[in-house]
Protein backbone atom coordinates (compact mmCIF):
# COMPACT_ATOMS: atom_id res chain seq x y z
CA UNK A 1 0.00 0.00 0.00
CA UNK A 2 1.17 3.46 -0.76
CA UNK A 3 1.43 6.00 2.43
CA UNK A 4 -1.80 7.72 1.15
CA UNK A 5 -3.72 3.80 1.75
CA UNK A 6 -1.73 3.72 4.92
CA UNK A 7 -3.60 7.35 6.11
CA UNK A 8 -6.69 6.08 4.43
CA UNK A 9 -6.85 2.91 6.62
CA UNK A 10 -6.09 4.32 10.14
CA UNK A 11 -8.51 6.53 9.65
CA UNK A 12 -10.89 4.41 9.07
CA UNK A 13 -10.31 1.96 11.70
CA UNK A 14 -7.52 3.20 13.89
CA UNK A 15 -6.18 0.42 15.89
CA UNK A 16 -5.32 0.93 20.06
CA UNK A 17 -2.12 2.72 21.41
CA UNK A 18 0.82 1.23 23.11
CA UNK A 19 -0.06 1.98 26.74
CA UNK A 20 1.30 5.11 28.42
CA UNK A 21 2.47 4.43 32.14
CA UNK A 22 1.09 7.70 33.25
CA UNK A 23 -1.06 9.07 35.98
CA UNK A 24 -4.51 10.36 34.11
CA UNK A 25 -5.01 14.06 33.94
CA UNK A 26 -6.03 15.76 37.77
CA UNK A 27 -6.10 19.13 37.64
CA UNK A 28 -7.30 22.18 39.84
CA UNK A 29 -8.80 25.36 37.89
CA UNK A 30 -9.66 28.47 39.59
CA UNK A 31 -10.68 31.36 37.85
CA UNK A 32 -10.96 35.11 39.51
CA UNK A 33 -13.66 37.73 38.70
CA UNK A 34 -11.18 39.08 35.82
CA UNK A 35 -11.13 36.13 33.62
CA UNK A 36 -7.56 34.72 35.36
CA UNK A 37 -6.92 31.29 35.11
CA UNK A 38 -4.52 29.33 38.04
CA UNK A 39 -3.85 25.67 37.29
CA UNK A 40 -2.74 23.38 39.48
CA UNK A 41 -1.78 19.34 39.34
CA UNK A 42 -3.65 17.42 41.80
CA UNK A 43 -0.77 15.06 41.45
CA UNK A 44 1.90 15.59 44.02
CA UNK A 45 5.47 15.85 42.66
CA UNK A 46 7.46 12.23 43.45
CA UNK A 47 11.29 11.61 44.44
CA UNK A 48 13.65 13.81 42.89
CA UNK A 49 17.54 13.90 43.26
CA UNK A 50 19.47 16.30 45.98
CA UNK A 51 21.92 17.59 42.77
CA UNK A 52 22.95 16.11 39.29
CA UNK A 53 26.34 15.45 40.77
CA UNK A 54 24.83 13.51 43.42
CA UNK A 55 22.76 11.57 40.95
CA UNK A 56 25.81 10.61 39.27
CA UNK A 57 27.93 9.82 42.41
CA UNK A 58 24.50 7.72 42.92
CA UNK A 59 24.36 5.57 39.64
CA UNK A 60 27.94 5.23 39.16
CA UNK A 61 28.08 3.25 42.15
CA UNK A 62 24.97 1.20 41.54
CA UNK A 63 26.09 0.04 37.91
CA UNK A 64 29.89 1.26 37.14
CA UNK A 65 30.86 -0.90 34.33
CA UNK A 66 27.30 0.51 32.30
CA UNK A 67 27.69 2.36 28.71
CA UNK A 68 26.76 5.84 29.58
CA UNK A 69 27.37 8.51 26.79
CA UNK A 70 28.46 7.31 23.48
CA UNK A 71 29.78 8.98 20.39
CA UNK A 72 31.02 7.65 17.19
CA UNK A 73 34.48 8.12 16.08
CA UNK A 74 34.55 10.84 12.76
CA UNK A 75 33.20 9.13 9.42
CA UNK A 76 30.53 7.49 11.07
CA UNK A 77 32.86 5.05 12.93
CA UNK A 78 32.28 2.70 15.59
CA UNK A 79 30.65 4.18 18.72
CA UNK A 80 32.73 4.81 21.86
CA UNK A 81 32.38 6.63 25.25
CA UNK A 82 32.34 6.06 28.86
CA UNK A 83 30.67 4.17 31.87
CA UNK A 84 29.29 5.43 34.53
CA UNK A 85 32.33 5.03 36.45
CA UNK A 86 35.03 6.07 33.89
CA UNK A 87 32.54 9.27 33.95
CA UNK A 88 32.54 9.88 37.48
CA UNK A 89 36.15 9.21 37.67
CA UNK A 90 36.87 11.88 34.96
CA UNK A 91 34.19 14.42 36.64
CA UNK A 92 35.95 13.52 40.37
CA UNK A 93 39.31 14.07 38.15
CA UNK A 94 37.88 17.73 36.84
CA UNK A 95 36.33 19.05 39.95
CA UNK A 96 39.38 18.15 41.66
CA UNK A 97 41.25 20.59 39.08
CA UNK A 98 39.07 23.20 39.36
CA UNK A 99 39.17 23.31 43.21
CA UNK A 100 43.21 23.30 43.47
CA UNK A 101 42.62 26.46 41.33
CA UNK A 102 40.65 28.12 43.66
CA UNK A 103 37.24 27.76 41.50
CA UNK A 104 33.93 28.54 43.64
CA UNK A 105 30.02 29.18 42.81
CA UNK A 106 31.25 32.95 41.79
CA UNK A 107 33.08 31.75 39.07
CA UNK A 108 32.39 30.06 35.76
CA UNK A 109 33.44 27.79 32.76
CA UNK A 110 31.92 28.52 29.23
CA UNK A 111 31.89 26.08 26.72
CA UNK A 112 31.91 26.72 22.76
CA UNK A 113 31.56 23.64 21.45
CA UNK A 114 28.44 20.77 20.54
CA UNK A 115 27.64 18.39 22.51
CA UNK A 116 30.32 15.37 22.95
CA UNK A 117 31.28 13.25 25.36
CA UNK A 118 34.29 15.54 26.37
CA UNK A 119 31.97 18.36 26.70
CA UNK A 120 29.86 16.16 29.21
CA UNK A 121 32.57 15.49 31.16
CA UNK A 122 33.39 18.63 31.85
CA UNK A 123 29.92 19.28 32.52
CA UNK A 124 29.71 16.94 34.91
CA UNK A 125 32.81 17.80 36.73
CA UNK A 126 31.63 21.45 36.83
CA UNK A 127 28.58 19.96 38.73
CA UNK A 128 30.45 18.10 41.25
CA UNK A 129 32.50 20.97 42.28
CA UNK A 130 29.96 23.37 42.63
CA UNK A 131 31.55 25.72 39.65
CA UNK A 132 28.86 26.65 36.98
CA UNK A 133 28.98 25.82 33.26
CA UNK A 134 27.88 28.12 30.78
CA UNK A 135 27.63 26.07 27.65
CA UNK A 136 27.23 28.51 24.63
CA UNK A 137 25.69 27.92 20.79
CA UNK A 138 28.96 26.85 18.65
CA UNK A 139 27.45 29.19 15.69
CA UNK A 140 28.45 32.49 18.28
CA UNK A 141 32.13 31.57 17.66
CA UNK A 142 32.03 29.86 14.23
CA UNK A 143 29.96 31.30 11.97
CA UNK A 144 29.60 35.13 13.24
CA UNK A 145 32.44 37.36 12.01
CA UNK A 146 32.04 39.71 14.79
CA UNK A 147 31.76 37.28 17.63
CA UNK A 148 29.15 40.26 19.56
CA UNK A 149 26.97 37.34 21.05
CA UNK A 150 30.19 35.41 22.34
CA UNK A 151 31.49 38.53 23.32
CA UNK A 152 28.16 39.09 25.36
CA UNK A 153 27.90 36.23 26.49
CA UNK A 154 31.56 35.99 27.88
CA UNK A 155 31.36 39.56 29.33
CA UNK A 156 28.09 38.43 31.01
CA UNK A 157 29.52 35.33 33.16
CA UNK A 158 32.75 36.36 32.90
CA UNK A 159 34.49 32.56 33.02
CA UNK A 160 38.25 32.00 34.03
CA UNK A 161 38.19 28.56 32.01
CA UNK A 162 36.79 28.44 28.34
CA UNK A 163 36.56 24.54 26.84
CA UNK A 164 36.27 23.62 23.01
CA UNK A 165 36.47 20.32 21.63
CA UNK A 166 38.83 21.50 18.78
CA UNK A 167 41.66 24.30 19.46
CA UNK A 168 42.17 24.80 15.80
CA UNK A 169 38.40 24.96 15.09
CA UNK A 170 37.95 27.37 17.65
CA UNK A 171 41.23 29.67 17.60
CA UNK A 172 40.13 32.46 16.48
CA UNK A 173 37.09 32.58 19.20
CA UNK A 174 40.27 31.99 21.57
CA UNK A 175 41.69 34.73 20.17
CA UNK A 176 38.67 37.09 20.41
CA UNK A 177 38.23 36.10 24.36
CA UNK A 178 42.03 36.02 25.50
CA UNK A 179 42.05 39.50 24.34
CA UNK A 180 39.20 40.56 26.92
CA UNK A 181 40.93 38.62 29.54
CA UNK A 182 44.57 37.40 28.75
CA UNK A 183 44.95 35.32 32.40
CA UNK A 184 41.71 32.94 30.97
CA UNK A 185 42.53 29.17 30.94
CA UNK A 186 41.54 27.73 27.50
CA UNK A 187 41.21 23.50 27.45
CA UNK A 188 40.66 21.30 24.72
CA UNK A 189 40.82 17.81 24.17
CA UNK A 190 43.98 18.13 21.68
CA UNK A 191 45.94 20.38 23.95
CA UNK A 192 47.59 22.42 21.12
CA UNK A 193 47.59 26.31 20.36
CA UNK A 194 48.53 27.16 23.96
CA UNK A 195 45.23 25.19 25.22
CA UNK A 196 45.09 22.49 28.28
CA UNK A 197 44.74 19.45 27.18
CA UNK A 198 41.70 17.79 28.91
CA UNK A 199 42.96 14.97 29.82
CA UNK A 200 45.03 16.62 32.44
CA UNK A 201 42.16 17.62 34.03
CA UNK A 202 40.33 14.20 33.92
CA UNK A 203 43.51 12.49 35.41
CA UNK A 204 43.97 15.05 38.17
CA UNK A 205 43.77 12.51 41.28
CA UNK A 206 40.87 13.47 43.45
CA UNK A 207 40.81 14.12 46.89
CA UNK A 208 38.50 14.45 49.99
CA UNK A 209 38.01 17.90 48.69
CA UNK A 210 35.86 16.58 46.13
CA UNK A 211 33.80 14.84 48.37
CA UNK A 212 33.47 17.86 50.56
CA UNK A 213 32.49 20.17 47.65
CA UNK A 214 29.92 17.80 46.29
CA UNK A 215 28.37 17.67 50.12
CA UNK A 216 28.19 21.69 49.88
CA UNK A 217 25.87 21.40 47.05
CA UNK A 218 21.90 21.72 47.28
CA UNK A 219 18.44 22.85 45.67
CA UNK A 220 19.63 26.36 45.70
CA UNK A 221 23.06 26.13 44.18
CA UNK A 222 23.80 27.25 40.27
CA UNK A 223 24.59 24.43 38.10
CA UNK A 224 24.94 26.14 34.89
CA UNK A 225 23.71 29.61 32.79
CA UNK A 226 21.87 29.08 29.50
CA UNK A 227 21.29 31.98 27.21
CA UNK A 228 18.10 32.72 26.04
CA UNK A 229 18.09 32.26 21.74
CA UNK A 230 18.76 35.79 21.19
CA UNK A 231 16.16 36.24 18.56
CA UNK A 232 14.70 39.45 19.20
CA UNK A 233 17.78 41.21 20.83
CA UNK A 234 21.46 39.62 23.05
CA UNK A 235 20.90 36.49 24.61
CA UNK A 236 20.33 37.03 28.08
CA UNK A 237 21.78 34.80 30.58
CA UNK A 238 19.86 32.60 33.05
CA UNK A 239 20.74 30.84 36.44
CA UNK A 240 20.04 27.23 36.38
CA UNK A 241 19.79 25.82 39.76
CA UNK A 242 19.95 21.96 40.84
CA UNK A 243 16.91 22.53 42.47
CA UNK A 244 15.73 23.31 38.90
CA UNK A 245 16.50 20.20 37.52
CA UNK A 246 15.29 18.19 39.98
CA UNK A 247 11.83 19.85 39.85
CA UNK A 248 11.88 18.78 36.75
CA UNK A 249 12.26 15.03 37.55
CA UNK A 250 10.26 15.22 40.59
CA UNK A 251 7.55 16.57 38.29
CA UNK A 252 7.60 13.48 36.58
CA UNK A 253 8.02 11.01 38.97
CA UNK A 254 4.88 12.43 40.02
CA UNK A 255 2.92 11.06 37.06
CA UNK A 256 4.64 8.08 36.76
CA UNK A 257 1.86 4.80 36.74
CA UNK A 258 4.20 2.17 37.56
CA UNK A 259 7.51 1.33 39.56
CA UNK A 260 10.56 1.58 37.15
CA UNK A 261 12.04 -1.77 35.59
CA UNK A 262 15.54 -1.80 37.27
CA UNK A 263 16.61 -4.40 34.61
CA UNK A 264 15.61 -2.16 31.92
CA UNK A 265 18.52 0.21 30.20
CA UNK A 266 17.02 2.79 28.52
CA UNK A 267 18.53 3.65 25.01
CA UNK A 268 18.56 7.43 23.40
CA UNK A 269 19.65 9.28 20.41
CA UNK A 270 20.25 12.77 20.99
CA UNK A 271 20.97 15.59 18.60
CA UNK A 272 19.53 19.00 20.30
CA UNK A 273 21.85 21.09 21.82
CA UNK A 274 23.19 21.34 25.53
CA UNK A 275 23.50 24.81 25.02
CA UNK A 276 19.29 24.50 25.65
CA UNK A 277 17.32 23.29 28.19
CA UNK A 278 15.75 20.58 25.98
CA UNK A 279 18.72 18.54 25.71
CA UNK A 280 21.05 20.27 28.02
CA UNK A 281 18.73 19.72 30.99
CA UNK A 282 15.46 17.38 30.28
CA UNK A 283 16.77 15.05 28.15
CA UNK A 284 20.65 14.82 29.49
CA UNK A 285 19.30 14.43 33.32
CA UNK A 286 16.59 11.95 32.32
CA UNK A 287 19.04 9.72 31.17
CA UNK A 288 21.04 9.95 34.04
CA UNK A 289 18.24 9.55 36.65
CA UNK A 290 16.60 6.64 34.31
CA UNK A 291 20.46 5.08 34.39
CA UNK A 292 20.23 4.92 30.96
CA UNK A 293 22.79 5.32 27.09
CA UNK A 294 22.92 8.59 25.91
CA UNK A 295 24.01 8.10 21.75
CA UNK A 296 25.06 11.24 20.20
CA UNK A 297 23.66 11.95 17.57
CA UNK A 298 25.78 14.38 14.91
CA UNK A 299 23.14 14.47 12.69
CA UNK A 300 20.63 17.47 12.18
CA UNK A 301 16.61 17.73 10.77
CA UNK A 302 18.21 19.95 7.61
CA UNK A 303 19.24 18.76 4.60
CA UNK A 304 22.87 17.11 4.14
CA UNK A 305 22.89 16.41 7.52
CA UNK A 306 19.65 14.32 8.76
CA UNK A 307 21.29 11.13 6.31
CA UNK A 308 23.52 11.29 9.68
CA UNK A 309 20.35 10.37 12.25
CA UNK A 310 18.98 8.06 9.56
CA UNK A 311 22.16 5.69 10.08
CA UNK A 312 22.00 6.10 13.70
CA UNK A 313 18.72 5.00 13.79
CA UNK A 314 18.81 1.76 11.77
CA UNK A 315 21.07 0.99 14.48
CA UNK A 316 19.70 2.16 17.73
CA UNK A 317 16.28 1.58 18.94
CA UNK A 318 15.32 4.35 21.32
CA UNK A 319 12.71 3.63 23.81
CA UNK A 320 11.76 7.30 23.45
CA UNK A 321 12.65 9.86 20.38
CA UNK A 322 12.43 13.19 20.77
CA UNK A 323 13.02 16.16 17.98
CA UNK A 324 11.65 19.39 16.45
CA UNK A 325 8.67 19.12 14.11
CA UNK A 326 10.58 19.46 11.05
CA UNK A 327 12.89 16.47 12.04
CA UNK A 328 9.23 14.42 12.38
CA UNK A 329 8.67 15.20 8.90
CA UNK A 330 11.69 14.53 7.32
CA UNK A 331 11.74 11.03 9.44
CA UNK A 332 8.08 9.83 7.81
CA UNK A 333 9.92 10.61 4.41
CA UNK A 334 12.53 8.60 5.18
CA UNK A 335 10.63 5.38 6.92
CA UNK A 336 7.72 5.72 3.90
CA UNK A 337 10.52 4.19 1.43
CA UNK A 338 12.66 2.49 3.81
CA UNK A 339 11.38 -0.34 5.99
CA UNK A 340 15.05 -1.37 7.52
CA UNK A 341 15.12 1.83 9.02
CA UNK A 342 11.51 1.90 9.93
CA UNK A 343 11.63 -1.65 11.79
CA UNK A 344 14.55 -0.33 13.99
CA UNK A 345 12.97 3.05 14.74
CA UNK A 346 9.59 0.78 15.71
CA UNK A 347 11.13 -1.98 17.21
CA UNK A 348 11.23 -0.74 21.62
CA UNK A 349 9.79 2.78 20.83
CA UNK A 350 6.80 3.31 23.48
CA UNK A 351 6.75 7.26 23.10
CA UNK A 352 7.43 9.65 20.80
CA UNK A 353 8.05 13.47 21.91
CA UNK A 354 7.73 17.36 19.93
CA UNK A 355 8.80 20.43 21.49
CA UNK A 356 9.31 23.92 20.50
CA UNK A 357 6.98 24.29 17.70
CA UNK A 358 3.73 22.63 17.13
CA UNK A 359 3.50 19.38 15.40
CA UNK A 360 1.21 19.44 12.20
CA UNK A 361 -1.70 16.85 11.98
CA UNK A 362 -0.67 15.58 9.10
CA UNK A 363 3.03 14.58 10.24
CA UNK A 364 1.43 12.94 13.16
CA UNK A 365 -0.84 10.71 10.80
CA UNK A 366 1.86 9.79 9.08
CA UNK A 367 3.96 8.81 11.69
CA UNK A 368 1.22 6.73 12.95
CA UNK A 369 0.67 4.91 9.93
CA UNK A 370 4.24 3.67 9.82
CA UNK A 371 3.57 3.22 13.54
CA UNK A 372 0.63 0.92 12.74
CA UNK A 373 2.35 -0.99 9.66
CA UNK A 374 5.22 -2.02 11.80
CA UNK A 375 3.60 -2.75 14.80
CA UNK A 376 -0.13 -2.88 14.22
CA UNK A 377 -0.16 -0.22 17.31
CA UNK A 378 -0.56 3.54 17.48
CA UNK A 379 2.41 5.37 19.39
CA UNK A 380 1.71 7.71 22.00
CA UNK A 381 2.99 11.33 21.11
CA UNK A 382 3.46 13.35 23.90
CA UNK A 383 4.96 16.83 24.50
CA UNK A 384 6.41 19.01 27.20
CA UNK A 385 6.42 22.76 26.81
CA UNK A 386 8.70 25.39 28.56
CA UNK A 387 11.18 27.82 27.97
CA UNK A 388 15.04 28.30 29.30
CA UNK A 389 13.85 30.60 32.26
CA UNK A 390 11.47 28.01 32.95
CA UNK A 391 12.27 24.35 32.36
CA UNK A 392 9.80 21.90 32.09
CA UNK A 393 6.30 23.10 33.32
CA UNK A 394 4.08 21.38 31.53
CA UNK A 395 3.37 17.73 29.57
CA UNK A 396 0.92 15.46 27.60
CA UNK A 397 0.95 12.50 30.20
CA UNK A 398 -1.92 10.83 28.78
CA UNK A 399 -3.21 8.89 25.39
CA UNK A 400 -4.48 11.53 22.96
CA UNK A 401 -4.83 11.46 19.14
CA UNK A 402 -4.84 15.40 19.03
CA UNK A 403 -1.95 17.34 18.57
CA UNK A 404 -0.91 20.59 19.13
CA UNK A 405 -1.43 20.43 22.95
CA UNK A 406 0.68 22.00 25.71
CA UNK A 407 -0.77 19.53 27.95
CA UNK A 408 -1.39 20.43 31.55
CA UNK A 409 0.99 21.33 34.49
CA UNK A 410 3.76 19.53 36.04
CA UNK A 411 3.05 18.21 39.85
CA UNK A 412 4.43 21.09 42.23
CA UNK A 413 3.70 23.83 39.12
CA UNK A 414 1.09 26.67 39.36
CA UNK A 415 0.51 28.32 35.96
CA UNK A 416 -1.65 31.76 35.65
CA UNK A 417 -3.48 32.29 32.05
CA UNK A 418 -4.19 36.18 32.67
CA UNK A 419 -6.24 37.91 29.55
CA UNK A 420 -4.69 39.70 26.72
CA UNK A 421 -6.73 40.75 23.88
CA UNK A 422 -8.36 37.69 23.05
CA UNK A 423 -5.96 35.31 24.19
CA UNK A 424 -4.84 33.65 27.31
CA UNK A 425 -1.37 34.71 28.03
CA UNK A 426 0.90 32.23 29.91
CA UNK A 427 2.89 33.09 33.28
CA UNK A 428 4.07 30.08 35.76
CA UNK A 429 5.32 29.76 39.04
CA UNK A 430 6.90 26.59 40.45
CA UNK A 431 10.48 25.23 41.54
CA UNK A 432 11.55 24.60 38.06
CA UNK A 433 11.58 28.28 37.26
CA UNK A 434 14.23 30.58 37.58
CA UNK A 435 15.05 33.40 40.24
CA UNK A 436 15.83 35.72 37.58
CA UNK A 437 18.96 36.87 35.05
CA UNK A 438 22.24 36.99 35.79
CA UNK A 439 23.43 40.18 36.22
CA UNK A 440 20.45 42.09 35.18
CA UNK A 441 18.09 43.35 37.87
CA UNK A 442 16.16 45.55 35.08
CA UNK A 443 15.47 42.63 32.94
CA UNK A 444 14.65 40.40 35.63
CA UNK A 445 11.66 42.77 37.12
CA UNK A 446 10.65 43.10 33.97
CA UNK A 447 9.82 39.61 33.53
CA UNK A 448 7.86 38.37 36.61
CA UNK A 449 4.67 40.13 37.60
CA UNK A 450 3.45 41.22 40.77
CA UNK A 451 2.52 37.71 42.34
CA UNK A 452 6.51 36.24 41.01
CA UNK A 453 4.96 34.72 38.34
CA UNK A 454 7.26 34.94 35.40
CA UNK A 455 6.12 35.53 31.94
CA UNK A 456 6.30 33.04 29.10
CA UNK A 457 5.11 35.43 26.55
CA UNK A 458 3.54 32.34 25.14
CA UNK A 459 -0.52 32.33 24.89
CA UNK A 460 -2.71 29.12 25.38
CA UNK A 461 -6.77 28.21 25.50
CA UNK A 462 -8.74 25.16 26.80
CA UNK A 463 -9.01 22.38 24.93
CA UNK A 464 -12.32 22.17 25.82
CA UNK A 465 -13.44 24.84 28.64
CA UNK A 466 -15.60 22.50 29.75
CA UNK A 467 -13.48 19.88 30.85
CA UNK A 468 -9.80 21.04 31.63
CA UNK A 469 -8.34 17.27 32.08
CA UNK A 470 -8.53 17.26 28.13
CA UNK A 471 -5.33 20.16 28.27
CA UNK A 472 -4.16 23.09 27.09
CA UNK A 473 -3.53 24.23 23.66
CA UNK A 474 -0.63 26.16 22.04
CA UNK A 475 -2.26 29.83 21.36
CA UNK A 476 0.96 31.24 19.43
CA UNK A 477 3.26 33.69 20.80
CA UNK A 478 1.91 36.96 21.95
CA UNK A 479 5.04 38.74 20.24
CA UNK A 480 5.13 36.87 16.84
CA UNK A 481 1.67 37.85 16.07
CA UNK A 482 0.25 40.23 14.14
CA UNK A 483 -2.76 42.47 12.89
CA UNK A 484 -3.58 42.94 9.33
CA UNK A 485 -4.59 46.36 7.96
CA UNK A 486 -7.83 45.78 9.57
CA UNK A 487 -6.83 45.14 12.84
CA UNK A 488 -7.78 40.77 12.50
CA UNK A 489 -5.23 39.19 14.34
CA UNK A 490 -2.50 36.75 12.49
CA UNK A 491 -1.97 33.68 14.86
CA UNK A 492 1.26 32.73 13.75
CA UNK A 493 1.92 29.71 16.11
CA UNK A 494 -1.23 28.19 15.13
CA UNK A 495 -1.68 29.00 11.16
CA UNK A 496 1.81 27.70 10.52
CA UNK A 497 1.59 24.05 11.18
CA UNK A 498 -2.21 23.82 9.54
CA UNK A 499 -0.56 25.30 6.15
CA UNK A 500 2.39 22.82 5.97
CA UNK A 501 -0.62 19.62 7.11
CA UNK A 502 -2.44 21.16 3.99
CA UNK A 503 0.54 21.08 1.87
CA UNK A 504 1.72 17.92 2.93
CA UNK A 505 4.11 16.29 1.91
CA UNK A 506 4.82 19.11 -0.76
CA UNK A 507 6.67 21.88 1.89
CA UNK A 508 9.00 21.82 4.56
CA UNK A 509 8.34 24.73 6.53
CA UNK A 510 6.28 28.23 6.08
CA UNK A 511 7.10 31.62 7.22
CA UNK A 512 3.96 33.65 7.38
CA UNK A 513 3.92 37.36 6.25
CA UNK A 514 1.26 39.99 6.64
CA UNK A 515 1.75 42.46 9.74
CA UNK A 516 -0.25 45.53 8.37
CA UNK A 517 -0.61 44.16 5.27
CA UNK A 518 -4.24 43.32 3.54
CA UNK A 519 -3.80 39.48 3.81
CA UNK A 520 -1.51 36.89 5.12
CA UNK A 521 0.81 35.75 2.66
CA UNK A 522 3.26 32.79 2.86
CA UNK A 523 6.93 31.86 1.81
CA UNK A 524 7.24 28.38 1.47
CA UNK A 525 10.10 26.20 1.86
CA UNK A 526 9.53 22.92 -0.53
CA UNK A 527 10.49 19.75 0.34
CA UNK A 528 13.63 18.47 -1.42
CA UNK A 529 12.47 14.73 -1.74
CA UNK A 530 9.01 15.58 -2.71
CA UNK A 531 10.36 18.22 -5.34
CA UNK A 532 12.38 15.03 -6.60
CA UNK A 533 9.59 12.87 -6.78
CA UNK A 534 8.26 15.45 -9.22
CA UNK A 535 10.66 14.98 -11.50
CA UNK A 536 10.75 16.77 -14.91
CA UNK A 537 9.52 20.60 -14.68
CA UNK A 538 9.06 20.27 -11.11
CA UNK A 539 8.66 23.93 -9.89
CA UNK A 540 6.15 24.64 -12.25
CA UNK A 541 4.15 21.28 -11.50
CA UNK A 542 4.94 22.54 -7.52
CA UNK A 543 3.33 25.59 -7.88
CA UNK A 544 0.08 23.83 -9.61
CA UNK A 545 0.02 21.29 -6.60
CA UNK A 546 0.38 24.43 -4.13
CA UNK A 547 -2.32 26.37 -5.64
CA UNK A 548 -4.81 23.78 -5.33
CA UNK A 549 -4.00 22.86 -2.22
CA UNK A 550 -3.77 26.79 -0.47
CA UNK A 551 -7.30 27.17 -2.18
CA UNK A 552 -8.75 24.04 -0.50
CA UNK A 553 -7.56 25.26 2.71
CA UNK A 554 -8.77 28.44 1.82
CA UNK A 555 -12.10 27.49 1.62
CA UNK A 556 -12.85 25.75 5.25
CA UNK A 557 -10.53 28.33 6.92
CA UNK A 558 -12.80 30.84 7.96
CA UNK A 559 -11.64 34.50 8.35
CA UNK A 560 -9.28 36.53 6.82
CA UNK A 561 -6.80 35.78 9.61
CA UNK A 562 -7.05 32.39 8.61
CA UNK A 563 -6.29 32.53 4.53
CA UNK A 564 -3.14 33.12 2.33
CA UNK A 565 -3.50 35.96 0.09
CA UNK A 566 -0.35 35.13 -1.52
CA UNK A 567 2.58 32.50 -1.40
CA UNK A 568 6.22 32.48 -2.90
CA UNK A 569 8.16 29.20 -3.23
CA UNK A 570 11.98 29.66 -1.84
CA UNK A 571 14.50 28.86 -4.28
CA UNK A 572 16.95 27.53 -1.16
CA UNK A 573 17.03 25.68 1.87
CA UNK A 574 16.10 27.62 5.02
CA UNK A 575 19.86 28.76 6.89
CA UNK A 576 20.93 27.87 10.31
CA UNK A 577 23.96 30.57 9.86
CA UNK A 578 21.93 33.30 8.77
CA UNK A 579 19.84 32.16 12.11
CA UNK A 580 16.40 31.33 9.94
CA UNK A 581 16.54 27.59 11.74
CA UNK A 582 17.42 27.55 15.18
CA UNK A 583 20.08 25.16 15.89
CA UNK A 584 17.34 23.76 17.74
CA UNK A 585 15.46 22.99 14.66
CA UNK A 586 13.21 25.41 14.82
CA UNK A 587 11.89 28.13 12.06
CA UNK A 588 12.78 32.03 13.61
CA UNK A 589 10.19 33.78 11.83
CA UNK A 590 11.38 37.13 12.80
CA UNK A 591 14.84 35.89 11.19
CA UNK A 592 13.62 34.77 7.91
CA UNK A 593 11.14 37.81 7.32
CA UNK A 594 14.18 39.98 7.68
CA UNK A 595 16.36 37.61 5.68
CA UNK A 596 13.49 37.03 2.83
CA UNK A 597 12.41 40.88 2.94
CA UNK A 598 12.52 40.77 -0.35
CA UNK A 599 10.50 37.94 -1.29
CA UNK A 600 8.24 39.08 1.49
CA UNK A 601 7.75 42.37 -0.04
CA UNK A 602 6.79 41.16 -3.66
CA UNK A 603 4.14 39.53 -1.80
CA UNK A 604 2.49 42.57 -1.10
CA UNK A 605 3.42 44.43 -4.87
CA UNK A 606 1.30 45.91 -7.18
CA UNK A 607 1.09 43.96 -9.36
CA UNK A 608 2.74 41.43 -7.40
CA UNK A 609 6.41 40.64 -8.01
CA UNK A 610 8.11 37.43 -9.41
CA UNK A 611 7.20 34.11 -8.52
CA UNK A 612 4.28 35.05 -6.34
CA UNK A 613 1.33 32.99 -6.76
CA UNK A 614 -2.08 34.66 -6.01
CA UNK A 615 -4.75 32.58 -4.70
Known amino acids: MSPADDLAAVAAAPPPFKPLPQKAPDVTIEKTADGTYYVRSNHPPGEGPRSIAHLLAERAAAHPDRPYILQRSPGHGPWGGVTYGEAKR ?3 GVAQWLLDRGFTGADSVMVLSANSVEHALVMLGCYTAGVPIAPISPAYSLISSDHAKLKHCFATVKPRAVFA ?27 ENGTTALSE ?23 KYL ?49 HISAGNIGFNGVLWAGGTLHLDEGKPIAGMFETTIKNLTEISPMGFGSAPVAFGMLAEAMEADPVLRRSFFKNLRSMGYGGAT ?11 LAIAETGYRIPLVTMYGATETQGITVVHWITERVGLIGLPLPGITLKLVPNGTKLEVRVKGPTVTSGYHNDPEKTAAAFDEEGFYKLGDACRFLDPDDPSQGLVFDGRVTEDFKLDSGTWVSVGTLRPDIVAACSPYVLDVVVAGQDKPFAGALIWPSPAAMAGLGEAAPAKLEAILRERLAAFNATA ?11 VLKDLPSIDAGEITDKGYVNQRAALERRHAEAD ?14
Open 227 to 275: FTSGSTGMPKGVPQTHGMFAGVIAGGEGLRDEPADPNLVPQSLEWMPWS
Open 558 to 568: GGSSRRIGRFV
Open 201 to 223: LTSTASTADVETARERIGHATVA
Open 602 to 615: ALYAQPPGAGVVEL
Open 90 to 92: AAD
Open 165 to 191: QSSAMFARAFETLRALDPSLTFVSVDG
Open 359 to 369: LSTDVSARMQA
